[in-house]
């Protein structure tokens, strides 16, 4: 079930396209990004096990994907993108793992509908989409706006989630730098126009249901981006193993990064010579990596995959 090295390369630039389109769109400069044509390489379909469907849940028609054999792992991508984002690591998270793969509401073939966007009730949706999947465990990866979900589908169903990995996720949203959140000010309809060109409204117009509710999206995203929260309190709750993972020149201030650590406990005490005061809990700063490509880095799965196979702790 590998990718060819073309694949590899079309689906990395893909991905990174789309995230440098949506900073910029942030930015209000969506209008100088490249007119390059856009390579999407499919979702591989020939991995064990594999199927595509869609679930109904509270009026959001859920796409999802599965590929792979082996204890569950849902995996969850970023905001204004769709679950291609991660088809970089499918072909290695998939030689242990049945990798169930969402689109969030109003990204790629999930429609946007009615219901306002939010991540506290799209982690229900979660949460009951597993329960119909037959899947009563499984273990979270989310990156982004996605590791948010997960963060609230690991604080509202606790019970569902084995082991959590959050991917370049702040636990507030002063987390980000004061520029980004200054940037992230600016996201909504009126972008839409600006972005007609860019590679992110062309991969969201090749599989969405509706294309036209695109400055809809915007409109949405950029609200949930402007909300106001701190869930560090909530994330103290959790009593599942958590791997904190983030890129070393991150949008995440690194400030933020070690807060995060020791809310969950770590970073609080030396572990002692026989690890006796070790938390079960883990962080990992990826090296040579930003936000806009670390979700597509072998770098990831090299870390994700060893701690989901850890022994449960004691």
């Known amino acids: ?26 930015a209000q400069v969506a209008c100088s990004l490249t007119k390059a044509p856009l390579e999407v390489a499919t979702m ?15 009026g959001v028609d859920y796409h999802y994907e599965i590929h792979g054999d082996g204890p569950p ?27 169930i793969l969402v689109d ?16 506290q009730a799209m982690a229900d949706d979660m949460a009951e989409l597993l329960t119909r999947l037959g899947v009563q465990q499984a273990d979270a990866m989310g990156y982004s706006l ?12 606790p019970r569902q989630v084995r082991r959590l990995v959050l991917v370049s996720t702040p636990f507030a949203n002063d987390g980000w730098y004061p520029d980004i959140v200054a940037q992230q000010s600016h996201l909504g309809a009126a972008a839409a126009p600006a972005m007609r060109s860019t590679p992110l409204h062309k991969a969201y117009a090749e ?14 995203v950029g609200g949930l981006l402007r909300e106001r929260f701190d869930w560090t309190v909530d994330a103290r709750q959790l009593r599942m193993p958590v791997l904190l993972v983030y890129a070393d020149a991150d949008m995440i201030r690194p400030e933020h990064m070690v807060l995060c650590w020791q809310a969950l406990g770590g970073g609080l005490r030396d572990p002692g010579w026989q690890r006796e005061h070790m938390p079960m809990h883990r962080l990992a700063v990826l090296p040579d990596l930003t936000h806009y490509e670390i979700f597509a880095s072998p770098k990831l799965a090299g ?3 060893p701690f989901l196979q850890e022994a449960a702790p004691h």
Do not use: K
């Open 1 to 26: 079930m590998s990718l060819t090295a073309f694949e590899r390369g079309s689906l990395r630039r893909w991905a990174i396209g789309v995230l440098t389109a949506l900073v910029a769109a942030l």
């Open 44 to 58: 591989p379909t020939h991995t064990p096990h594999s199927r595509a469907g869609h679930e109904a849940i509270r």
């Open 73 to 99: 792992l849902l995996v969850l991508h970023g905001g204004l993108g769709d679950l291609r984002m991660m088809a970089p690591l499918v072909p290695l998270l998939a030689r242990q793992r049945q990798v």
């Open 104 to 119: 969030l509401q109003g990204h790629g073939r999930t429609p946007l509908g009615e219901r306002p966007l939010s991540r």
């Open 146 to 157: 996605g590791g948010w979900v997960a963060l609230r589908l690991a604080v509202q169903h």
């Open 207 to 220: 599989v969405a249901p509706r294309p036209g509710d695109f400055p809809a999206l915007l409109d949405a």
């Open 303 to 305: 870390v994700a995959l």
